[in-house]
């Protein structure tokens, strides 16, 4: 089998079916943005508000009531909080042994599909170019078999040609979005996680002095 002529046969389907991919990355990161979105949305500041009410409950030395605090909230200091209380009574070294190993988990949760976006911002533009290149050469192709005898052949080419620019310009189009999103969400992720090491940081020193209380 000749390797050439089997891209050569790839090439001449032209352009239309990259431009399909591009549209279904296009429609899967703008779902990925949304669902991000909503769950940013739903955790922005929630470990913030928690500050007061579990550093006052630890403050009574009522850790079973800063555990019902925390229950039910899904942000990520307040999931770390969980499994910190269920360890509170060996110690604050083991509660931040569980906070740094919790964090790791929630960081993943908190960077659910970014990895996608980051992705498609940076190939969307090559899978452009390469539809770009294979439609060029399916003008050419045509150019070289029928060639050019009057000025409407000669217009059908240029139509061609920039026919095949599309597919450049729609890679940019979908990768411009996604590496916005990508970056405004890694920034999401860096703050949702900074109030969550505040509010760890809180609790661990709350449960040192209670420590040293009890010594």
């Known amino acids: 089998m000749d390797l050439q002529e089997a891209f050569l046969q790839l090439a001449l389907l032209g352009a239309n079916w990259v431009l399909w991919v591009l549209v279904a990355l296009s429609v899967a990161s703008v779902a990925i943005v949304i669902e991000r979105w909503l769950f940013f949305r739903g955790v922005a500041g929630r470990d913030s508000a928690l500050l007061e009410p579990v550093s006052e409950k630890l403050g009574k030395d009522d850790i079973e009531g800063a ?45 659910k599909h970014l990895g996608f976006l980051g992705t498609v911002g940076s190939n969307a533009p090559f899978i452009g170019l390469f539809g770009t290149v294979l439609e060029i050469l399916r003008v050419f192709h045509l150019l070289g078999e029928q060639g050019v005898t009057t000025g409407e052949d000669a217009s059908g080419i240029m139509n061609g040609i920039s026919e095949a620019l599309v597919a450049t310009a729609i890679g940019l189009l979908v990768a411009i979005p996604a590496v916005i999103a990508y970056n405004a969400f890694q920034r999401r992720v860096k703050q949702v996680l900074s109030e969550a090491d505040a509010l760890t940081g809180m609790v661990v020193s709350q449960l040192a002095e209670r420590s040293e209380k009890a010594k």
């Open 67 to 111: 555990a019902e605090v925390v229950k039910n909230v899904p942000s990520p200091g307040g999931r770390m909080l969980v499994a910190m209380f269920k360890v509170a009574d060996r110690g604050p070294a083991s509660a931040r042994a569980v906070a740094e190993g919790n964090r790791a988990q929630e960081k993943l949760r908190l960077e």
